[in-house]
Structure formats: C-alpha cells, structure tokens
C-alpha cells in the first residue's frame, strides 16, 4: 500500500479543478501544434517557457507534458489528409495515411491513429508508473562518477543513434558543450568564452537558447516550405473504423506500444525513431509487404501507437535520472529548472505530488486527446488555412517579448535572434538542433560530475573503474562508440558485396571476354 498511496493521493492533485484545466489546454495546445506544420512542441514549450514562471510548478509541467504528447496525434491529421507531416514522428504514417484517404478512407486512418495513439500512450503511462520509481530507487546509489558516465552516455546516444547524420550530431554535440562553457567557472570563477562582454559572464540561459534554436530557427527554415500553396485536404468520411479495420490494427497497435515505449526510454530514441522502426517491424512481420505503401492500415496504427508510447516512457529518464531522452525532454528539463525543480532520483521522494501528478496527468490527458480528436478533425482542417505568413510573426513576437522578461536584458534578444540564425543555418545545411541542445543541457552535469570525480580520485581517471556502476556505463560507452558503428560498416560492406551489378558492368564484362 506504500507504493499505491502517493499514485492515488497524485490523482487528487490532477483532479484540482485548475490542474484540469491546465491538462486540457496542454493538449489541445499540443493538437493545434501537431496540425500546423514547422512549429513542434519543442519550439512551443520554447516559446511558453516564460510564461511558466507564473504559474505553479505541476500545473505548469502537467501543461508543458500535454503539448508533448498531444503533439504527436495532431502532426498525423496533415499527414493524412495532405500528404504534409506537422510532426517528424508522423513522417512514415504519411506513406499509407494519405494513401487511404486518397482511396476515399482517410476517416478510417485518422480514427485508427487516434484509438491507436490512445493505447500506446495508455500501455507507456502504466509501465512508467511501475517503472519511474524503481529507476529513480536504483539511481539513489549513483554518485558523480555514476553521473559523468550517464551524460556521456546520453550525448553518444543521441549523437549515434538518432535519426540524422552522426558526424554531424556529433559535431552539433560538440557545440553544445563548449555554449555549456561560456560565462565563468564554477569552480575557481575565471572568465571562459565571453569574449570581454559583461553579459556573458553569468552564462548563456538555456531559455534563451531553446527559444533561438527551436522557436526563431525552425520558424525561419519553415517559411521557406510553408509558403508553397498547400493541395486542398482529402475528403473525411467516418472517422469510426470498422470491424476489420480494428481485427487488421490490433497486433501492429501492440507492437507499436511495446517499441515506442523501449525507445523513447533510451537517450537518442524518441517519437521519430520509434515511429520509423514500428513502420519497418510491421511491414517485416505482415504477411502483405505489397500493400505497404498503398495504404495499409497496419502503416498506420503501428507507427501512431509507437509515437504516443515513446512521447509517455521519454519522461522516465527525464524524471528519475535527470537525463533528458531527447530535445523536447531537454526543454522539459530546462522548463522544471526554472520552476526550481531539480529532476531526479531524489525527484519521487522530495516532490511526490509534483512527480504523479505529472504521471496521473497524462491518463487524463490520454482520455481527452482520444475524445477530443475525433469530434473536432473538421475544425482543425480549417484551421489549416491560417497563413504561415500571419502566424510566423506573431510567434516571433510573442518570442521576444518572452526573452526580455526572463530577465529583462535587451541583449538576451539579441542573443536570441544570432541564435535564430544560427539555427536556420544549420538546418539548411543538414545539421539538426536537437544534439546540441541535449548537449548544452547535459554539458553542465558532466562538467561538474567529472571535475568532483576527479577531485576524489586524486586526479586518477582509472578510478572510474573502481566504481561497478560507472565501470558498466563506461562499458556501454565503449559499445556505442566502437562497436555498434563496426557492426554497421560490416552490415553495409556485407550489403554492397551481395548487390547485384548493375547491367552496364555486365555488359563491359562481357565485351572485355
């Protein structure tokens, strides 16, 4: 009964008439961010992390959390109906989804994602109540070796196995950390990388580099797609799927739910990696790989399960480890910081109604996502029409005035804007934000970790491996760093020798006999 206590006593906290009220607008907040593509709940919770400071803390996270989560069903209904994933999670459910609804069933797609979404972010919340606290009793015994291991293992994770480019995660992980550095040492106080200018002393807020990089740079790199006319939205027919349609999605629905929920637990995984393997596993497992890509339902509901269960187990690292899985967790990261929260172990025992009624939130949130999207597909349709060039620059501006009041300095928008800039620029040449955000936020805990090791081995870096956690973390490094990139060489050489020659070689081939 210990345990179930202060489960039962966090859905009194989200039943308080204001936390509701919270939890509904993170979710349809969540929908409207989803549907209008460009935007993303990082560079929304971004923007409205200013906002924060004055509302109380769980109210504040079961908010953010919402928009997360709710996000993840709204990218679909412009996948499906346009062709246009709002979401990077919702990217492969726009190969069948639109093929559906071109076949006239784009109903049946959009209501399969939704009972679909419903379940797999159901299956991850039950597995996090369970799980979160046994992870955050097991992080207890880490020390700052246990610490200075985990956060290097987190920015290799997300560096190696994300989605994009890993030379270049790489070396957007290395920019992160030396951002980490600017302003002075902690420890002797000296100046690092501020160039001689007074405001970089106290260092760079992650406020402001979250709003730069998500909020100014992803507006900025999506005017550039969004000010091509959009072909008008497919035609919805009912949005209840039938019978077969439920008997065909039941099994890609469970596979999905249990591959969302295992990766979006791991640094480096989140939605769009788990949508993306749901995709490859269903059409590995279907009897029909033909129809994929023709609008098969399993394409549908496997990857919208996967999405939704990775967005719900994601939080579990952020809140009993205190490592952020992916960019959305790191602004996450950075919004409970501002509230004077620190996540982590010691997060469950310390703020019990702070911690499950963030959890307990998203049951509630799940339920109103499920009755919400159906109803309201027609509205959200319209608001499709909104012109990019209406609502950039109000969020632009809503983004200024939220930097100046973080704390009232007129060179943080300055900040803000080169980092903007900086943003669209590496967008542009293939370079994601996401590694060097997670970086900046993680760099702070290296810093300081490594350096308290270091002080307690007398300067010996052997010393981490006297210490069984950290030597087994030290291990899983090695793993990321050399062998799973020596297993995909092998599989790629192996690939290439086993490929057939093209018909020209053959020809020469012959020629030359």
């Known amino acids: 009964m210990d345990f179930f206590s202060p489960v039962l006593d966090g859905f009194g906290v989200v039943f308080q008439p204001a936390n509701l009220l919270y939890c509904l607008l993170g979710v349809t907040l969540g929908m409207l961010v989803g549907v209008l593509p460009g935007l993303g709940p990082a560079a929304t919770i971004a923007v409205l992390l200013p906002i924060t400071y004055n509302i109380e803390p769980t109210a504040a996270i079961i908010m953010l959390a919402g928009i997360f989560?709710?996000?993840?069903?709204g990218g679909t209904i412009t996948s499906v109906l346009l062709r246009l994933p709002g979401e990077a999670s919702s990217v492969v459910t726009a190969l069948d989804g639109h093929e559906m609804a071109k076949q006239g069933r784009a109903g049946a797609a959009l209501g399969i994602s939704a009972i679909g979404s419903f379940i797999g972010g159901t299956v991850a919340i039950i597995a996090l109540t369970f799980a979160a606290p046994l992870v955050a009793g097991?992080?207890?015994?880490f020390g700052p070796a246990e610490y200075t291991m985990l956060a290097l293992l987190g920015i290799l994770l997300v560096s190696t196995l994300?989605?994009?480019?890993?030379?270049?995660?790489?070396?957007?992980?290395?920019?992160?950390l030396l951002l980490a550095t600017v302003g002075q040492d902690p420890l002797v106080g000296t100046a690092r990388l501020s160039f001689g200018i007074d405001d970089l002393l106290d260092?760079?807020?992650?406020?402001?580099?979250?709003?730069?990089?998500?909020?100014?740079?992803?507006?900025?790199?999506?005017?550039?797609?969004l000010r091509r006319k959009s072909p008008p939205p497919a035609k919805i027919d009912s949005v209840y799927p039938s019978r077969t349609d439920l008997s065909e999605s039941k099994g890609a629905i469970s596979r999905g739910s249990l591959v969302g929920f295992l990766l979006g637990i791991l640094p480096g995984g989140g939605a769009t990696m788990s949508s993306m393997v749901a995709y490859a596993v269903e059409k590995k497992v279907t009897k029909k790989p033909e129809k994929f890509g023709k609008g098969a339902i399993q394409g549908v509901a496997g990857p919208e399960s996967a999405n939704n269960a990775a967005a719900t187990s994601s939080f579990i690292p952020l809140?009993?480890?205190g490592i952020p899985a992916n960019a959305t967790m790191a602004v996450m990261f950075g919004a409970l910081m501002l509230q004077g929260i620190t996540p982590g172990p010691l997060l469950v025992e310390e703020k019990p109604d702070l911690f499950w009624g963030v959890v307990n939130s998203m049951y509630i949130g799940n339920l109103l996502l499920l009755a919400m999207s159906l109803p309201l597909i027609g509205l959200f349709?319209?608001?499709?029409?909104i012109r990019p060039a209406i609502l950039a620059p109000l969020t632009?501006?809503?983004?200024?005035i939220g930097v100046y009041t973080v704390r009232n300095n007129v060179f943080d928008m300055f900040l803000v804007i080169g980092l903007g800039v900086l943003g669209y620029l590496m967008k542009k040449v293939g370079f994601e934000p996401g590694p060097l955000v997670l970086a900046f936020v993680l760099g702070g805990i290296l810093e300081s970790n490594f350096r308290r090791s270091m002080r307690t081995f007398g300067g010996d870096l052997g010393g981490f491996l006297t210490q069984p956690i950290a030597a087994t973390l030290l291990g899983l490094i090695v793993?990321?760093?050399?062998?799973?990139?020596?297993?995909?060489?092998?599989?790629?050489?192996?690939?290439?020798?086993?490929?057939?020659?093209?018909?020209?070689?053959t020809k020469e081939k012959e020629t030359r006999v």
Request: aromatic residues 8%; without cysteine; positive net charge.
């Open 69 to 73: 989560y709710g996000a993840q069903y």
């Open 138 to 141: 097991f992080a207890l015994d």
């Open 162 to 176: 994300g989605t994009g480019s890993v030379p270049k995660s790489l070396l957007m992980a290395t920019v992160g």
């Open 203 to 225: 260092g760079i807020d992650f406020v402001i580099v979250a709003m730069g990089l998500f909020g100014v740079g992803e507006i900025l790199y999506n005017l550039e797609s």
């Open 319 to 321: 809140l009993s480890l």
């Open 381 to 385: 349709v319209r608001i499709l029409r």
């Open 396 to 400: 632009i501006l809503v983004t200024m």
């Open 479 to 505: 793993l990321v760093v050399v062998v799973i990139p020596a297993l995909r060489l092998a599989y790629k050489l192996r690939a290439k020798a086993s490929a057939p020659e093209p018909a020209s070689s």
